[in-house]
């Protein structure tokens, strides 16, 4: 059986405020037999390759199973990304540590909504959402 794939998004600019928690997904989303690509991780575009970028994004997205979308810090890039995979039909899990600001529109768009404390939180977290959505 092919192990199923997921995209998160996440900013670009944030990413590395990131590490413990992107460590903590991926680790705990192979123990479900789930990979995680991290967009801003495996792909890097210059300025002028903006439209390259999208469709990379785009296509990503299409042979993803799933979209996680870190959403601590506000981004507008995030946001296209949870459109599009919204109008794909894709699961999105909607993630936001414990206090940061509430995007309706994020909200709007996906099937879990997740707060977390730690890594370890959002681990626990993302485990008991996954049963849900994927057993």
């Given at each position: 059986m092919k192990m199923k794939k997921g995209y998160l998004a996440i900013s670009f600019s944030d990413r590395r405020k990131f590490d413990a928690e992107i460590d903590s997904l991926k680790k705990t989303l192979l123990n479900l037999d789930f990979n995680l690509l991290?967009?801003?991780?495996?792909?890097?575009?210059?300025?002028?390759q903006e439209n390259q970028m999208m469709k990379t994004a785009f296509q990503e997205i299409d042979d993803s199973d799933f979209l996680i979308a870190?959403?601590?810090?506000?981004?507008?890039?995030?946001?296209?990304?949870?459109?599009?995979?919204?109008?794909?039909?894709?699961?999105?899990?909607?993630?936001?540590?414990?206090?940061?600001?509430?995007?309706?529109?994020?909200?709007?768009?996906?099937?879990?909504?997740?707060?977390?404390?730690?890594?370890?939180?959002?681990?626990?977290?993302?485990?008991?959402?996954?049963?849900?959505?994927?057993?």
């Open positions: 991290v967009f801003v991780d495996k792909y890097y575009f210059k300025n002028n870190e959403l601590t810090k506000k981004s507008i890039g995030v946001g296209i990304e949870i459109g599009y995979a919204y109008s794909k039909q894709k699961p999105i899990f909607y993630l936001r540590h414990k206090g940061a600001e509430y995007s309706t529109t994020a909200s709007g768009c996906s099937k879990y909504i997740i707060e977390y404390e730690t890594e370890i939180d959002l681990g626990e977290k993302i485990i008991s959402a996954f049963k849900k959505e994927f057993n």
